[in-house]
């Protein structure tokens, strides 16, 4: 089984970075790929950026987020990173990791970022 500790959220203001991450434990040989998702306050649950595990790494962005936000791995610590730029207060929600492993999709716990001024 896959585990998933994520960190590194927090308020900005409009403008600012944040960079969260995502550890992964437990059965990591089994992730295909990694990716960060968000929920705002009403809203479902939104794709923002998902990575391969495979294959060089495959980026993949939600339009809302090309340009300001880059996803990354560290293979070796087996750690998803969502570099965070230029936010603007659309962006304040929940963040949560998400593992696409062989035996199924795992879910981190949260990290709430707030934009504002």
């Known amino acids: 089984q896959v585990q998933l500790v994520e960190s590194g959220g927090g308020l900005s203001q409009p403008g600012g970075s944040l960079r969260l991450s995502c550890a992964a434990s437990?059965?990591?040989?089994?992730?295909?790929?990694m990716g960060w998702y968000r929920q705002a306050p009403g809203k479902q649950r939104e794709l923002v950026a998902t990575?391969?595990?495979?294959?060089?790494?495959?980026?993949n962005y939600a339009d809302s987020v090309k340009g300001r936000f880059t996803i990354s791995r560290d293979s070796i610590r087996n750690t998803a990173y969502l570099q965070m730029d230029s936010l603007k207060a659309e962006d304040t929600a929940v963040y949560y990791c998400?593992?696409?492993?062989?035996?199924?999709?795992?879910w981190g716990q949260g990290t709430r970022v707030t934009v504002s001024s």
């Open positions: 998400k593992a696409d492993s062989t035996r199924g999709d795992v």
């Open positions: 990575i391969t595990t495979k294959s060089g790494g495959v980026p």
């Open positions: 437990g059965t990591v040989f089994t992730i295909l790929a």
